[in-house]
Nanobody, 120 residues
Framework: QVQVVESGGGSVQPGGSLRLSCAASGSIFRINFMGWYRQAPGKQRELVAVITSGGSTNYADAVKGRFSISRDNAKNTAYLQMNSLKPEDTAVYYC??????????????WGQGTQVTVSS
């Protein structure tokens, strides 16, 4: 089993910054993909940013130029640096990790989420 734990959420004023961390642990042989998603009240969960094992990244249009995703393969950890935060960035942010266990079976695990609130 693979556990995913997010941290780093909190409250910040518009224009501020936060850095989220996502650590994957457990029966991991290889992590292929780590991604950040968010869900605002009354809205569907949406993709924010993803990064592959090779370092390729992709961002939602709403966060391009403001958010940056990175990963530390040695620590099985991904980060989301969020700058120039806006009230519309307020949401619960979830981390997702996909990869393979030592048995060869694939896994697809989600964290519990961390709240980000942007308000003056």
């Amino acid at each position: 089993q693979v556990q995913v734990v997010e941290s780093g959420g909190g409250s910040v004023q518009p224009g501020g910054s936060l850095r989220l961390s996502c650590a994957a642990s457990g029966s991991i042989f290889r992590i292929n993909f780590m991604g950040w998603y968010r869900q605002a009240p009354g809205k569907q969960r949406e993709l924010v940013a993803v990064i592959t094992s090779g370092g390729s990244t992709n961002y939602a249009d709403a966060v391009k130029g403001r958010f940056s995703i990175s990963r530390d393969n040695a620590k099985n950890t991904a980060y989301l640096q969020m700058n120039s935060l806006k009230p519309e960035d307020t949401a619960v942010y979830y981390c997702n990790s996909k990869g393979a266990a030592p048995t060869g079976l694939s896994y697809d695990s989600w964290g519990q989420g961390t709240q980000v609130t942007v308000s003056s």
